[in-house]
Structures are given as structure tokens and as C-alpha cells.
Antibody, heavy 125, light 111 residues
Framework: QIHLVESGGGLVPPGGSLRLSCAAS????????MHWVRQSPGKGLEWISF????????KYADSVKGRFSISRDNSKNTVFLQMNSLRTDDTAVYYC??????????????????WGQGSLVTVSS | QSALTQPASLSGSPGQSITISCTGT?????????VSWFQQHPGKAPKLILY???YRPSGVSDRFSGSKSANTASLTISGLQAEDEADYYC???????????FGGGTTLTVL
């Protein structure tokens, strides 16, 4: 059974930094691309970042480009999201997501078949 | 504003069928057969219920079906049950800006 467990969320002041981790188990982690998707309180889902299975390609939504950085350690089955220059509108639950069901287009598969439980990040003074 | 447009809310009675639309452009929904649908119950993580427009993951009820015409994808839930009450989101690969775009979500109420 696939498990994705996020950690590292919490309360941070505007302009601060936070690093989220996502520990994966139950599948061959090094074979799958991973994403981060966030959901602001009472709002919808927003895709924010992707990393290729081998870590050689990363992508970001415009809303976080230049401030967030995704990385992975395949030896530890873990994906990370480094968040810098945080703003109040970054307040959200952050989900670690595994891709893998369906077609791949330009190396990306929108069939997000497994989600973590989410980690709440609150940006407030 | 979300890249894909969904109705904010829908309702139906037990046993009925409802359809949720997801409208995009030729750069996303219309250009690729990569639309997925997700179900999210309150306080829970989203769950994949359809991928590649109309394929169901193992374990998902066959009451859920999908289709696509031009720039609009649709999720149909037949034989509505109380447990279907949830938020539903579509997503798609996009060739512009972000790689993946989501719809704004539809809240389904089972009366």
C-alpha cells in the first residue's frame, strides 16, 4: 500500500522560510515523478511544483517560481519543498502527490494516483 | 481564477444521475486526452476517480464515468448515493504556463 507522509508545516511570519518533507513508501519511489499541490483554506486545488523521477527536471507554477524549490533524495524515498520569501497568500494545506496513472505528456502525468494527508502552512505575523 | 471552469455547485437526489462539466481551451482539455477527476470529502485528501478522460483506477465504482467533447470534459455519476456528497475537481495537462491546471471545484450535494 502506498503511503505519502508530509512533515515540516507550521506557522511562519511573512518573508520567512519553511521546508516540507514527504516520506514515501509502498512503491518504487525512484521510478515516479512527484508533485506538490496546495489548497488554500476553503479554496480549490493549485498545482505548484513537479520533479522528474531522477531529479533532472523540475517545474514550478508562476505563483511560486523563484521562491520555492523542489528536490528529492531517492536513497531516502523523500521529496522536499523548500519555501522561501513566504507570503500570506501561501497559507494552505500542501499535499505531496505521486503521479503514475494515465498518459505521459512531455514527461508529465496528470493522473495523480496517490496523495499524502497534507501539511498545513500558515503564513502570518 | 482557475484555468478550468467547473460549476460551483450541483445537487441531486439519491438514485439520480448528475454530470459535472470542466471547460478549458485547446491548450489543455481540448488538446490532450489527459483529463483526470478527483473526489474530495471534507477534511480529506483528494482521491483519483478518473484518468485519461474516462478510465477508472482499480476500486473505483463504475457509477463514475467520463467523456470529452472539444474543450469540455464531463464527469457523470449515476445512481447517486449519499457517500457521493463531496467536492469534485478536474485537472489537465496544459501547454501554457503551469504544466498542470485544476478546475475550481464543484460541490455536490445529495438531497
Amino acid at each position: 500500500q502506498i503511503h505519502l507522509v508530509e512533515s515540516g508545516g507550521g506557522l511562519v511570519p511573512p518573508g520567512g522560510s519553511l521546508r516540507l518533507s514527504c516520506a514515501a513508501s509502498g512503491f518504487t519511489f525512484r521510478s515516479y515523478g512527484m508533485h506538490w499541490v496546495r489548497q488554500s483554506p476553503g479554496k480549490g486545488l493549485e498545482w505548484i511544483s513537479f520533479i522528474r523521477y531522477d531529479g533532472t527536471n523540475t517545474k514550478y507554477a508562476d505563483s511560486v517560481k523563484g521562491r520555492f524549490s523542489i528536490s528529492r533524495d531517492n536513497s531516502k524515498n523523500t521529496v522536499f519543498l523548500q519555501m522561501n520569501s513566504l507570503r500570506t497568500d501561501d497559507t494552505a494545506v500542501y499535499y505531496c502527490v505521486k503521479e503514475g496513472l494515465g498518459s505521459y505528456i512531455n514527461g508529465i502525468c496528470p493522473g495523480f494516483d496517490s496523495w499524502g494527508q497534507g501539511s498545513l502552512v500558515t503564513v502570518s505575523s | 481564477q482557475s484555468a478550468l471552469t467547473q460549476p460551483a455547485s450541483l445537487s441531486g437526489s439519491p438514485g439520480q444521475s448528475i454530470t459535472i462539466s470542466c471547460t478549458g481551451t485547446s491548450s489543455d482539455v481540448g488538446g490532450y486526452n489527459s483529463v483526470s477527476w478527483f473526489q474530495q470529502h471534507p477534511g480529506k485528501a483528494p482521491k483519483l476517480i478518473l484518468y485519461d478522460v474516462s478510465y477508472r483506477p482499480s476500486g473505483v465504482s463504475d457509477r463514475f464515468s467520463g467523456s470529452k467533447s472539444a474543450n469540455t470534459a464531463s464527469l457523470t455519476i449515476s445512481g447517486l448515493q449519499a457517500e457521493d456528497e463531496a467536492d469534485y475537481y478536474c485537472n489537465s495537462f496544459t501547454s501554457t504556463g503551469s504544466l498542470v491546471v485544476f478546475g475550481g471545484g464543484t460541490t455536490l450535494t445529495v438531497l
